[in-house]
């Protein structure tokens, strides 16, 4: 009897071991999910040709997966999320048709999608992956371009139409002419993004070869870009830098620090009461704020912030940011 038993228990293992149901759940992100038009293609899947989008999905997926690494796709995701927020229907469009295999959102079988060697695409993806967070303007002739995501991001923000109309069989891509960079510039940043702006080389260019092109600055919330536009005939306005803010709490007090990342510099502000704290705070424009985690603990005991009224204003404070 026990042998009988002995072998059930390991016959009932084995079918457990090699059961089909068993599930597997990848826990990277993949950047085909992050595709809504292949998410819901997975679904039709009726007729041949559903399939066979399916298939070209697969595919495609495929041949960018050697080359978004995971930054890559973080990247994406806080892209995704940015433009989660856009209202305007004709953002919306363009949206619909941005492909996030690559930092720039291009579908390469679409018009003016192509990323093959020697093209501009390439080389205005290989200066997005060196700022992947900045919307990135390059210069071509007279106007200053963008595409993909960059693109409806200006369409969103900076009020331009899109290049080519709403066509949906080219990627998205919109720009702004040489003359009115400096509007551009302070709509984006105004908005809280950062741009990286990519010059050309001027002069003349022998045949068969492409202008060269250079990363000349970039403009930051509280940082102006002044590159190509010191002749212009009024003032430039140098406001005051936007640091990104700290605080946390101690026995001695409170502690504020400032870090201006475009002045490669930092201030700090130690023993504070909680009033002075919030005065700081509100008379203060931060590009960021940060809170440690030795705030949510009071004399009480307690985790709760603010709930027996200690510290209470400064949640206020911040939760109103």
């Not at 009897?1 to 390991?10: C, D, K, W």
């Not at 504020?256 to 201030?267: C, D, V």
Request: net charge positive; proline share 5%.
């Amino acid at each position: 009897m026990r042998r009988i038993a002995t072998r059930n228990a390991v016959v009932s293992f084995a079918f457990l071991f090699h059961s089909p149901f068993r599930t597997y759940t990848s826990f990277n992100p993949s950047p085909l999910l992050l595709n809504t038009r292949y998410y819901e293609r997975r679904y039709c899947v009726g007729d041949r040709k559903a399939v066979k989008g399916i298939t070209t999905a697969s595919k495609k997926f495929k041949k960018f997966n050697d080359v978004l690494s995971d930054k890559d796709l973080s990247h994406l995701v806080w892209w995704k999320e940015r433009l989660q927020e856009c209202r305007k229907p004709s953002t919306l469009q363009l949206i619909e048709r941005l492909m996030y295999t690559n930092l720039l959102g291009l579908d390469p079988s679409l018009r003016n999608g192509s990323l093959k060697d020697g093209n501009l695409n390439l080389e205005m993806l290989q200066f997005k992956s060196k700022f992947p967070r900045e919307v990135l303007l390059c210069r071509v002739g007279d106007f200053y371009e963008a595409i993909g995501i960059d693109a409806c991001i200006l369409v969103e923000y900076a009020g331009l139409n899109p290049f080519g109309g709403l066509r949906s069989d080219s990627v998205p891509k919109a720009g702004c002419p040489v003359v009115n960079l400096r509007q551009t510039l302070d709509d984006l940043t105004r908005n809280g993004f950062s741009v990286c702006i990519v010059e050309e080389v001027q002069g003349p260019t022998p045949a068969r070869s492409r202008k060269g092109r250079f990363i000349s600055g970039h403009a930051h919330p509280g940082s102006p870009y002044v590159y190509g536009l010191v002749g212009v005939d009024h003032d430039l306005e140098f406001p005051e830098p936007m640091p990104v803010v700290g605080i946390s709490r101690s026995a001695r007090g409170y502690c504020m620090i400032s870090i201006f990342e475009t002045m490669k510099a930092y201030s700090l502000d130690d023993c504070l009461t909680e009033e002075a704290l919030v005065t700081k705070l509100r008379t203060c424009r931060c590009h960021h704020l940060f809170l440690h985690v030795s705030l949510r603990h009071n004399a009480s005991g307690t985790c709760r912030w603010g709930e027996f009224g200690e510290g209470g204003l400064l949640w206020g404070e911040c939760n109103g940011k």
